[in-house]
């Protein structure tokens, strides 16, 4: 008998992409799927079972084994650094990390100030930019920070580039290229190899296709 598998899913923009991509790998999915409230959905047929998480946690329940996979942002990865293998790049959810702020402004010289959904990720960029710079710690709407003055500059996703357009900021620098990845906790690596390895390995045929 196959054992469970357990998926930790982003909730959100990446969630409908992960799912058609399962789809596209064979598995069949329930159409009710996609509009469920539900934050653990089995899929009995297909011995799925699948938590649907915050983006930025779902590097968490994997690490600590609770799910065996999830599908996480390379931004997430970046920032999370969390103890799991990256198995995929699933090429979905497109999109890169920028340093953006108001039109000719200029770094403070003393002490700027970059806000942030991502302190790690950003304290490390500047620091190999070697400068010293405060982070500031924000949840989302990240782009308010340089408008009302509370940060110089801030480090966030580009998508379409409408964000940063409709509030009259723009790029400065480009940071890094983000999609999403298919993740593992090592020991379900080890103990569920051949479903996971049948899994990787029908993913991969959709999205590296010959
Ligand atoms: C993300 C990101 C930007 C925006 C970029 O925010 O933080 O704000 O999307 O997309 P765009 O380039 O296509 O405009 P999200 O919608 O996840 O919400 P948040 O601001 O609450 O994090």
């Not at 009259?168 to 480009?174: A, C, T």
Request: hydrophobic share 40%.
């Amino acid at each position: 008998m196959k054992e469970m598998l357990t998926i930790a899913m982003p909730k959100g923009r990446i969630f409908l992409e992960a799912v058609e991509l399962l789809r596209g790998a064979g598995y069949e999915l329930p159409p009710e799927f996609d509009d469920s409230r539900k934050l653990i959905i089995e899929v009995e047929e297909e011995k799925f079972q699948f938590i649907l998480a915050k983006p930025m946690d779902v590097p968490t329940y994997v690490e600590h084994g609770v799910a065996d996979l999830g599908i996480a942002g390379k931004d997430v990865m970046l920032e999370e650094e969390r103890d799991v293998y990256e198995l995929l790049d699933l090429k979905i959810s497109g999109c890169y990390l920028a340093v953006a702020g108001l039109p000719d402004k200029k770094m403070n010289d003393v002490a700027p100030k970059v806000a942030t959904k991502y302190p790690h990720l950003a304290a490390a960029y500047f620091r190999e930019q070697g400068e010293q710079v405060e982070i500031i710690k924000l949840n989302g709407s990240i782009e308010l920070a340089p408008i009302i003055g509370l940060s110089d500059r801030i480090v966030d996703i580009v998508s379409t580039g409408q964000t940063l357009k409709e509030n009259g900021l723009v790029e400065y620098e480009k940071i890094t290229d983000i999609t999403s990845r298919l993740i593992v906790n090592p020991v379900s690596y080890r103990m569920k190899d051949a479903r996971i390895s049948e899994l990787v390995s029908r993913l991969s045929k959709v999205v590296n296709p010959a």
